[in-house]
């Protein structure tokens, strides 16, 4: 079987929104994700498959973890951890109300990634998740 190129995304810093991921970026891992996702559930990826990426996303949540620390794997620069989707109160103008949060854990390389720029790359995700039409309107 031959080698697949590295799954790759590279995230670009923007004035405004600094290290927002490019649009065509997401699009890419989008429908990248969905030509793996069938051999991903019945377990027919190989290695060369799910390695040489920069940027990995990763999930315990269906498995019920709120929070953990992700490692690197190189050649990664970062990796992110979501956690699962739990509900909590919280109150909204006075009233109490049931609202959808998750934990999310960005582990990345120092030696490639300042601590302000990738602290601003999860402040990007953070409010795209809370506002995704953002990613239409901007």
């Known amino acids: 079987r031959p080698r697949r190129a590295p799954?790759?995304?590279f995230l670009r810093e923007s004035g405004r929104d600094p290290w927002r991921p490019a649009r065509g970026a997401l699009a890419e891992a989008d429908r990248r994700g969905r030509g793996d996702a069938p051999g991903a559930r019945e377990g027919?990826?190989?290695v060369e498959d799910v390695s040489g990426s920069t940027f990995t996303v990763t999930s315990l949540g269906p498995?019920?973890?709120d929070f953990f620390t992700p490692i690197l794997n190189p050649p990664q620069v970062a990796i992110l951890g979501v956690g699962?989707?739990?509900g909590r109160l919280v109150l909204s103008?006075?009233?109490p109300v049931e609202r959808q949060f998750m934990y999310l854990n960005l582990s990345f390389d120092h030696q490639a990634i300042d601590g302000a720029p990738a602290a601003r790359f999860l402040q990007s995700v953070k409010k795209y998740l809370e506002l995704p039409a953002a990613l239409v309107i901007e």
Request: charge should be positive; proline fraction near 0%.
């Open 44 to 46: 027919r990826l190989g």
């Open 93 to 95: 103008k006075g009233v």
């Open 7 to 9: 799954r790759s995304f």
């Open 63 to 65: 498995l019920g973890v």
């Open 84 to 86: 699962r989707i739990f």
